[in-house]
């Protein structure tokens, strides 16, 4: 096993590359670009969710001293795309909206006070069209449809039923038989509410065209190669004709991986030939940028007396709002967990409304499915008399094992990661009234992707590092650690390039747990690259051959003679004169293996019975990270983690009108996100069972500690007070609620599915 | 022989990719960078040109409101450092000032006016010591000594005589048995005139420091990674601490390849914590950006009747000023010109003198041989009685001989260009009295140093291209046309990356013929490593070895089966989700082999015997260009150099005041630079013989259009009315006064140099 002490850089704390930047303000953002006679970006929201544009007046507008351009939906190329797998929507309605909030209209103006009037003098005559804003009534027969033309739609392959967009299915063993043969069915629904990121940063950008007619987008993105191809098909230009700068990321959990409403700032620059900000407002950032909404879980479990899970079933209903934004496989991907069930049927549906659309945020839907999944194994335990430690340790994958989607499962912590938490909790305890534990356990996997590394030598034996990710978290920091590492330097040898769309390699998002493992993986081997062509050089000026030579500490030498060698500068000073010419080293690689990461969780609580509110006393967490390549980011991640595990958990909805499906409380006064107040230490253990891949052992982390808050905490009411509230968030008003026995009603239809599908 | 047609890209006129924002005004120069909270910089320079600092009082400049640094020569650290062979000077003098305007102090104040107004505050007490000016005087006994620690400055290897910086040497045969077989022996003695690169943009730059304590260098730079190199010297600062960014270039023309003020500004920036901009004045760039200094030439030649040239003697004297900016090399490089000489002795002296500093300007003195040798070489012929095209014809290199180098001569188009002039001049030809024909041979070679390329391809099939060279007179165009037709796509779908010495591999400067010949060549290299890897990666999809696929238009597929293929759009998209990751293709290399760049020129003028003065009627130049990469970019480099070496031949003389070496005409309005008015039609003649080396055979292009006109118009002047010129500019009056039988007196002691070399 690899312990921290073989390393030189890595297992050791390292403050941010770019924290000197970020907390002197200093830090450069896409509002923070200004150029000259730059014109600024409003937008004109629809105020119906379902409903035709009969006409549109924009002479008042344009008529507005000041006003520079206006465009509306048949500005743009009559070109359906999409974020998901379905090109199911226009980058501005041409004839139709879809929901409250929907831009029908851009304004750029000298100023933002004159857009914004110009938005508010455009007359929109509407005709209303039938909508469906719950996704459980949009499944039933004679609903309203929010996409009629949904069949002949790129990407739609075959009928899935009424106003569902997409529908995926894992299947494994016989899953009729082995409920039949088990000794106890458990059966329940449970259902997570809308989710906001809660970014900081709303999202902004600036459009800039050159007078060559290229276009320029400073934009703040996780993605800014997608973003690039998004807008190239959107706005029906190549790709080359359009360079994207990625700015400074103030938060984007998911909501900056796609295409935003970088394209209105960009047709009106190149209707002005001025550059066009646009700064969302924050009711636009809970409007426009997709965030997670309602997830309804049914899951059935048989089971032996002895806890072993036999069969499992699940039907997920994702509800994507108007546009498939982002699609449901965790619904697919996390119906069994952390464990060995032989016998599973896994549906998990995409069902169009008359609201927002769904997008991404921090492995989208694998937290809905954790706490489905994991206050679904407590219930089980309760049912069999099995104390709820002993039945996630008997059924927990191992070595050897065959995950949910079909890959072998390699060597990993999750045993040491519930051993962990089962000492540090001290579980089992007997606690006093009121107060509560709970458990949840967390699975996911080290990110893969499209990832790009390129080393040059500097002449003083300084590297600088080049990749197309954008800085996520610190993700900076880390790559730099890991070239100082496999070149051995000292991470102040390390430059992490700012990079652009022209300059870096083509990359894939930086999101979903990627950048440490996937992007890392390409740094390393960069870095080998790197080391194997100054071994090269070094044995050709050294006069002996390359296996005689070490590479350690910024120098080359030969093993048998150390003092004979040359270091990192004299290579690079050689290399100006060499045949190979300057070093650079280069990786690129598109797939890892199967790497899962995961963690354990448990939460002890009080519950106040006069009010339902609960009291967080303790949050442990474990989590097998492989190795920690900086440990004081890695705790970060963690702890932010369970931060968002706990809002989701207790406080944060995003709530829309049942009516119309607008966004009913678009603002931080009323989006109540956990404050430093409402949080207790988090204790952090850290796992290391090295990964077989990625650099160094190191596994991914971002994601697994936002998972878990939810069923741990919902698990803990149970253990506390005996009710099992099944809705999130876990209010003061629900839990209350569930104390005098009245529970929230979720209808779920499960035989009219089965019955569609043709299972009954 | 290449022939055009072979081409889909090369060959073709091809705009520059920046002519759009280059003539909108778009384009960002150093001077445009504006950023918050910026000071500017000025500075004080020395009012004497050898002289000791006795005090400095700054005292009142400091009290002046809005000044924020004040900073002298002790401010730096204690480190000599050298452009040249020796660390012969201070960044900012700590004791002795060497030359008249040389900075003694910078002020960094809120504004421009407040930093003058401070910087003539400044109180400076100078004690004089002795100073010689003029570099024939300097090398004499008992002259003053402008470095009398010059023994012990890092670099000087051996005692060269009284204020000689550097002394090199090229001997073959045996000279002095050669002279005394010669039928005839001629000897001269030419000088040549301090020349101002004379570009239009002034040095500026922008320093800014970074929270984190890194420095940024916004620079107009012809060098970004040795501005970088040398600033991390001066500073006493590691170079990953620094980054250069290279802003678009006003013209450089080899004054802005190397350390200029830019350490001003970066002191003044740390200082203060703020951006520092220095613009320079016109003054300060005549006097700081190092113009090249005069060049006195004695040679002498050994010649059988029949115009064999059998032996050649040259001591040429480079007044170095002050600082060796850049080395007398090309006084032994180019002391025999594009002729086989089997016997040469040749020497080279660089001697201080207390002056400006003198810098680079196209191929460093090698116009200056060029108008010696040449005229040399007319003075020959006269003496001989043979036609001057044909004894240049007659001792011309072919392939096979050996250059001054001893490099073996490959083949090329020297013969080539010597009879497309012959027959574009009609020579011989009688003409009208006062009219006259004269001819020059030029001879450069295509430039080498480190040269690094990557290109990754988007994933829309168009690529993007880094490399770490500054763009000249439209290199980026060049490249981009490079890998075009290596890759086999349009020029439009080549991004070229702009740079900074974060983001692309180590690169040399841009300059001396380089870029497109060596950078060209990485370019090409990288381009056919991208083609390599398309087509590993077409073979895995399409199941058919790699062997089997040709690469053409952008598409890779089977030879016998063409519409079997997929395109670079198709093998990106395939490239994210294949084991090797998104293509990236590189290259680099640092020597390049002797490819030799031949040239002949000339001039057909008319000297009004009244006044002396020259009117050029037509110019013609025919150069071997191997390849034109883009045809109208080479006439542009043709022309531009011909004016260059029209403007040194007939009115640029940079003049120093003859007792303290002061510049004395600092001005556009007093150093006269050709106007349009002035020039004939140039017309141009592009020869083609392909180099064995260089991408798709392109030689460099260009310097050698700027060496011809000085001789060329000098032999003409001979011919047109029997006056041989010997000093540079040929002036009305410097014509009018040989008319009259008056020339100027260059003497040059050519006994005493051999005597001290013990070779009499």
Partial sequence: MTTATQFKVLEQNHPRVDAHDKVTGRATYASDVYLPGMLACKLLPSTRNHARIV?????????????????????????????????????????????????????AADDEATAQEAVELIRVEYEDIPSVVNPLAAMVEGAASVHPELESYEGYGFTLGHNVSTLLDADRGDVEQAFRDADVVVEDVYRSQGINQGFLEPMACVADVEPNGRLVMYASTQGPYQLRASLAGVLE?????????????????????????????????????????????????????????????????????DGTIVAREAYTIFDVGAYLGAGPNSGIGHGIGAYRIPNFRLRSYGVYTNKIYVGSYRASGVADMTFAV???????????????????????????????????????????????IKEKMEWPRQLEDG????????????????????????????????????????????????????????????????????????????????????????????????????????????????????????RVYVMDNEPQGLT????????ITSRGGPIIGTAALSSMPYTPVFAAQAAEIKVDRGTGQIKLLRYVQAQDVGVAINPMAVEGQLDGGVVQGIGRALTEDQQFDPDNGAVRNPSFASYLMPLAIDLPEIED?????????GPFGARAVAEPPGFGPPAAIANAVYDAVGVR???????GERVLAALNGEYDDIPFDVEALRLAEGII
Same sequence: chains 1, 2.
């Fill in 685 to 693: 253990v850290l796992i290391r069972v090295p990964a077989e891949d």
């Fill in 237 to 305: 230009m190549p790709v080359s004709r359009i360079r994207v700068v990625a700015m400074e990321l103030g938060g984007g959990f998911g909501a900056k991986l796609r295409l935003a409403c970088e394209a209105f700032p960009a047709l009106l620059a190149m209707r002005t030939g001025r550059p066009v900000k646009l700064i969302n407002t924050r009711e636009e950032v809970f409007t426009l940028n997709g965030p997670r909404l309602p997830v309804t879980n049914y899951i059935r479990s048989g089971v032996m007396n």
């Fill in 568 to 575: 990192f500068a004299q290579l690079a000073a050689a290399s």
């Fill in 374 to 420: 994991e206050s679904h194994m407590d219930r089980i335990a309760h049912e069999i008399g099995m104390d709820p430690y002993d039945l996630r340790l008997h059924n927990a994958l191992r070595e050897g094992d065959v995950s949910v989607s079909g890959a072998v499962v390699p060597s990993n912590g999750l045993i040491e990661t519930l051993e962990a």
């Fill in 725 to 731: 509230v099944k809705q999130l968030p876990l209010s």
């Fill in 55 to 107: 006409s549109m007046d924009t002479s008042q507008a344009a008529a507005l001293p000041g006003v520079r351009a206006i465009i509306t939906g048949s500005d743009f190329p009559d070109i359906r795309y999409g974020s998901g797998a379905l090109r199911d929507r226009y980058v501005m309605p041409r004839e139709v909206v879809n929901f409250v909030g929907e831009p029908i209209a851009a304004v």
């Fill in 435 to 554: 107060h509560g534990l709970g458990l949840a356990l967390c699975e996911w996997r080290s990110g893969s992707g499209p990832s790009t590394a390129a080393i040059s030598i500097n002449d003083d034996g300084t590297v600088s590092l080049l990749t197309g990710s954008t800085d996520i978290s610190g993700s900076d920091t880390s790559l730099a650690a890991i070239a100082a590492e496999a070149l051995g330097i000292p991470m102040e040898s390390v430059i992490v390039a700012k990079r652009d769309t022209d300059m870096a390699p083509y990359t894939g998002q930086s999101g979903g747990s990627r950048v440490v493992y996937s992007q890392g993986t390409a740094v390393h081997r960069a870095a080998q690259d790197t080391v194997q062509k100054l071994t090269a050089l070094a044995a050709e000026r050294l006069g002996v051959p390359e296996d005689a030579l070490a590479c350690e500490d910024g």
